[in-house]
Structures are given as C-alpha cells and as structure tokens.
C-alpha cells in the first residue's frame, strides 16, 4: 500500500498551490483521509481530514477559510485546495488514511495507518 503526494512547491506568500494523494494496493473508498504537516523544528500537526463520503471535513484553526480538503474515490485520491498562503504554512505535507473502513474522524496521527512520504511547501515572504 502506498500513498503517493504531490503538488507541493516554492509559492509567494498570498499565492495557491493544490496538493494531490494518490493510493495504490488497495482501496480507501469506506476510509476516512487527510493531511498532516511537519515544519523544521516543530511537531508533526493536524491540518484537514475527510471522511469516506465527503459528509464531513475538519480543519486546523489556521488554515480554515483558507484550505479546501476533497476526494475522489473513483480515483482513490484525497487533495488540498490551499489558498492565500502565508509563510506559515511552509511545512512538509503527509497524506495519511485510516485503515480502518466507516470511522469518526479523529485529528491525531496515531487515527492513521498509512502514511504518504509528504511534499515540501515552502511559501516565501
């Protein structure tokens, strides 16, 4: 199994950028999916999850208003629209999935089993 993320970059500050998953070896179509992210010198965070069939998302307070988690399960892929970045928001980005089918969302990595290898976003003032 493998997720497989995206999308990342060298952005000005108040630029966009949309960060893809894709998963490979099996399915996440009844699984709840997100992103977490790791900025230099700080803890793994919270930043948006989605649940199985789009009914429910959840955002971190600094990205809400600003970052649009979607998904795809024809496709088997979860993205983030992230807008009016800030230097803030410069991180590495993980796509995660539970392996567990028709959870509650939870906002803490130990609700995810699988992990991307993350993408660089890296926003400039």
């Known amino acids: 199994v493998q997720l497989q993320a995206s999308g990342g970059g060298l952005v000005q500050a108040g630029g966009s950028l949309r960060l893809s998953c894709a998963a490979s070896g099996r399915t996440f179509s009844k699984n709840n999916m997100g992103w977490f992210r790791q900025a230099p010198g700080k803890e793994r965070e919270f930043v948006s999850v989605?649940?199985?069939?789009?009914?429910?998302?959840s955002y971190t307070d600094s990205v809400k208003g600003r970052f649009t988690i979607s998904r795809d399960n024809a496709k088997n892929m979860v993205f983030l629209q992230m807008n009016s970045l800030k230097p803030e928001d410069t991180a590495v980005y993980f796509c995660?999935?539970?392996?567990?089918?028709?959870?509650?969302?939870?906002?803490?990595?130990?609700?995810?089993?699988?992990w991307g290898q993350g993408t660089l976003v890296t926003v400039s003032s």
């Open positions: 995660v999935a539970d392996g567990k089918p028709f959870q509650s969302i939870v906002l803490t990595p130990v609700g995810y089993d699988y």
């Open positions: 989605i649940n199985w069939n789009s009914f429910t998302t």
